[in-house]
């Protein structure tokens, strides 16, 4: 309100249109040169689509008399998923550990770690499943052992970031009342932030339920062996039950996994 008693609005910043213009020519420039990188052709996209909807109409209905037969190959699945989170959960630690810059015992360790831990996250969880089907066999086992690995990749990265938001004060106490490091580790970082990690844990399984789906069809075990053999065969109504029942399970693992990280919280 100025001296007269007149109240006056504040001056609105001014839009800075021309921004928004150059951003948007950018990403419209950007998406056209990487449709023509991949030789993108929106003429036969338009003539395709009579093959895509002959395609869902093969797909539907459903054949749910084939359902009895997914229940060995999902639990299967569910062992997968749980094998390579409980496995997987337990190597993480100490590369979590050894990845949180302020808890590891040198830059050296830091620096191996770190990267140790990139490898693991760069490489996908398809390649793992190749390369320990070929190592021991296509099988369940296969899979177990790639979604160990990418469980690790997963939690470590996830965790050392929540050690690295800790408070350091308990942990320098320990080590001036004279605790080794290992002491440091174990009574004052790690319960600070265990809940993370059980959250973390919780959603790394849900998205080895997802996972273990995938790695199937590489002969890694699992109901994905038995999704990859009914597309094989054309069987799409199949193929379409199959994608509804691990739609289900993952809503319903989902949400358990979420009333669990809520009562933690």
């Not at 007149?6 to 420039?29: C, E, H, Q, S, Y």
Request: charged share 15%; glycine share 8%; with cysteine.
């Amino acid at each position: 309100m100025n001296a007269a008693g007149n109240t006056t609005l504040p001056t609105k910043p001014p839009r800075n249109w021309w921004l928004w213009a150059i951003v948007l020519g950018f990403l419209t420039a950007m998406t056209v040169w990487s449709g023509y990188g991949i030789g993108f052709s929106a003429n036969e996209l338009v003539c395709n689509i009579a093959g895509g909807s002959r395609l869902l109409e093969e797909s539907w209905p459903p054949d749910f008399s084939f359902l009895p037969r997914l229940i060995d190959p999902f639990m299967e699945t569910v062992y997968i998923a749980i094998v390579g989170t409980v496995v997987g959960g337990i190597l993480s630690i100490p590369v979590a550990v050894l990845a949180a810059r302020n808890l590891s015992p040198d830059k050296v360790t830091w620096f191996l770690d770190r990267n140790f831990m990139n490898i693991l996250r760069t490489l996908p969880d398809l390649f793992w499943a190749m390369l320990f089907a070929t190592a021991v066999g296509f099988g369940p086992v296969a899979g177990a052992l790639a979604l160990s690995v990418f469980t690790v990749a997963v939690i470590s990265k996830l965790w050392s970031e929540s050690l690295e938001s800790i408070d350091m004060g308990l942990p320098e106490a320990v080590r001036s009342a004279g605790g080794s490091w290992l002491q440091m580790i174990q009574f004052s970082a790690i319960p600070q932030a265990m809940q993370h990690y059980v959250s973390y844990a919780l959603y790394a399984f849900e998205l080895n339920i997802r996972a273990s789906l995938v790695l199937g069809l590489v002969g890694a075990g699992g109901i994905g062996m038995i999704l990859e053999t009914q597309r094989a065969n054309f069987e799409y109504e199949r193929v379409t039950l199959i994608i509804l029942a691990v739609l289900v399970a993952v809503l319903i693992i989902e949400q358990i996994s979420e009333t669990i990280r809520r009562r933690l919280t």
